[in-house]
């Protein structure tokens, strides 16, 4: 758990970069620092492993002051992935991997062990990578690798920044997918940074979206998108804030909320999605298919129903304005 108890930062004892902050990561959530550049996300992330010092206020971690632990044992225990990954390009992987454990005195078997495990965890296979350097992996890969990187020594809680900055959209989608599995296991406590909308929506338990060193609204992502504290939360998340909020719903909810239609067996080469599918991608699959459904199938591969545009527009209707209007609408 990481709380923030009235945190400000001041540099050079004129620029304000964080404003009496005040929230709480609770114990194996992700919560996603959200905001345009410059309104203090990086500042508030350094105050945490005392990278930066804090002006006023206190963080605690577990319940103790940071400025009670020592700042080397802190930033031991905290994993840390800067933007574009900051791997060391004269080591080789396995020990750019194996940094912090190096400094904890692991002896080699254990580290190898570790080694291995973690690159199972990304799908990449240790033994060829192991005697690679940074620049001979693809900038994915790299971007893998200073994740694991962070999560080498288990530290409990993690302190990212825009970990996957320097991707691009599809890769970006399959690695914070990859991310949330891996997540779902180790349940580290997450400090996230980021100024993608997508990307905190998708992977937050808890968005902080910041405007000049102050926290305009701390919540769940659904809440900012359907109840915007202020007129700059919905601005910031923009007119196409009903659509967004879809990547936070499943097949399944539309299913049970307002039922799916018949599928029409005489339409050939109809695509299928599992029910445990967002709404999203399954909206972006039906506008990238000739066909006005997309067959719905259990886990286990029977047919329940089809989806079509207008049942995810009802949908929409049903979730943004709270109102059930699927009455209409055959069972499926
Ligand atoms: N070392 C520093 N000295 C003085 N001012 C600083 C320093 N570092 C950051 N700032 C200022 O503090 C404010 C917050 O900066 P910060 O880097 O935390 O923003 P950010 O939200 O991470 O932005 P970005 O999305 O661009 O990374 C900015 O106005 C910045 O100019
Ligand atoms: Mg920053």
Redesign the pocket.
């Known amino acids: 758990m990481i709380t923030f108890d009235h945190v400000s930062k001041i540099?050079?004892g004129n620029?304000t970069?964080?404003k009496d902050v005040n929230f709480t990561v609770e114990k194996g959530d992700i919560v996603v620092l959200l905001?345009?550049?410059?309104?203090?996300?990086?500042?508030?992330l350094r105050m945490v492993n005392r990278l930066e010092s804090i002006t006023k206020g206190t963080i605690r971690i577990n319940d103790k002051s940071t400025m009670d632990l020592d700042a080397i044992e802190l930033r031991r225990n905290i994993g840390y992935v800067i933007?574009s990954n900051g791997l060391f390009p004269n080591m080789t992987i396995e020990d750019n991997v194996m940094i912090v454990p190096d400094l904890l005195g692991w002896d080699k078997q254990k580290k190898r062990k570790r080694y291995n495990e973690l690159m199972d965890l990304i799908g990449l296979d240790g033994e060829e990578y192991r005697k690679r350097y940074p620049l001979e992996l693809s900038g994915g890969q790299q971007q893998r690798i200073g994740v694991v990187r962070a999560l080498a020594a288990d530290p409990p809680v993690m302190l990212m920044?825009?970990p996957f900055g320097a991707l691009d959209p599809i890769i970006r989608e399959k690695i914070q997918d990859e991310f949330l599995q891996i997540q779902k296991e180790v349940q580290k406590t997450i400090l996230f940074?980021s100024?993608d909308i997508d990307e905190a929506v998708r992977m937050a338990d808890k968005i902080v979206l910041?405007k000049d060193?102050e926290i305009m609204q701390f919540d769940k992502p659904s809440e900012l998108l359907t109840h915007p504290s202020n007129a700059f939360v919905s601005q910031f998340f923009g007119k196409d804030r009903a659509l967004k909020s879809l990547s936070l719903h499943t097949v399944q909810e539309l299913k049970d909320n307002i039922g799916l239609v018949h599928f029409d067996e005489a339409i050939l080469d109809t695509k299928t999605i599992k029910v445990n599918q967002d709404l999203r991608n399954t909206l972006s699959m039906l506008l990238n298919q000739e066909a006005d459904q997309v067959i719905v199938e259990s886990m286990e591969g029977e047919k329940l129903g089809a989806v079509t545009i207008d049942l995810v527009q009802q949908y929409l209707h049903y979730e943004i304005k709270g109102m059930a209007s699927g009455s209409t609408v055959e069972k499926g």
């Open positions: 540099y050079d620029v970069a964080v905001g345009p550049s410059g309104c203090g996300k990086t500042t508030l933007q920044d825009e940074v100024h910041m060193g």
